[in-house]
């Protein structure tokens, strides 16, 4: 798992992630965006699209 470097409110100020690298996390269904690269497949989403952190 990677973090992009965040997010920004309308004043530009860069909000924290709640999440952090080697979080579990719930994503919908359908949420995301997967790819594969050479064999690996990876889900990329905003932090709009977690649904829960669980442990």
Partial sequence: MSL?????????RKIAFEVKKGDRVLVSKYGGTEIKIDDCEFKILNVEGILAIVG
């Fill in 4 to 12: 992009g470097t965040g997010k920004r409110d309308d004043l530009g």
